[in-house]
């Protein structure tokens, strides 16, 4: 499945390339990303983050649209979203994105992120459900979700390990909306 080009008023999501690669690297070496996003806290080393990001390009990969987030401004990667597990069988598919640059933290990036992959899973893909995971303590994820209208429907306790603690994470869910 071709990963189409999604607009929003600051943001292109365009396909991920290789080319993305360096600031991919990037971000998997920020601790508080990590922390946020992955469950494991260690960085992965540039190969292994090149061969996940050429998994997720392989030929005739039908179930993942994996998207590069770009400014409108000046072309800038500041991220990476998808929609993963795409089923349409079952008429659902995950949602996940990470907004890289931490400048732009706070600025609503993410909800015009969000708003363009539920419009493209919603209109063109013609999926009924949309599932995003996040870890309990990434409380501007579970608030993004929770303001887009997802409700959560599972907690997976002690899912994610930090150190001697571990931590549960959520599963959301929205329904396309009548």
Do not use: K
Not at 39 to 62: M, T, Y
Not at 78 to 91: H, K, R, S, T
């Amino acid at each position: 499945m071709a990963t189409p080009s999604l607009a929003t008023p600051r943001l292109l999501l365009r396909s991920l390339t290789l080319e993305h690669l360096p600031s991919l690297v990037c971000w998997e070496a920020d601790a508080e990303l990590r922390h946020l996003n992955d469950e494991d806290p260690d960085p992965a080393p540039a190969h292994e983050v090149e061969a996940i990001v050429r998994g997720w390009l392989a030929p005739g990969r039908v179930d993942l649209l994996p998207f590069a987030i770009h400014l409108r401004s000046d072309d800038r990667c500041v991220g990476w979203c998808m929609l993963a597990a795409i089923d349409p069988a079952a008429g659902e598919c995950r949602i996940g994105f990470t907004l890289g640059e931490r400048e732009l933290w706070g600025s609503g990036l993410g909800r015009e992120v969000l708003s363009a992959l539920l419009d493209h899973a919603f209109q063109n893909l013609g999926l009924w459900r949309v599932l995003g995971e996040v870890h309990a303590f990434n409380l501007r994820s579970r608030r993004l979700l929770e303001r887009a209208g997802f409700q959560l429907i599972h907690t997976e306790p002690g899912a994610i390990r930090r150190g001697n603690h571990l931590h549960d994470e959520l599963v959301f869910s929205l329904q396309r909306p009548a």
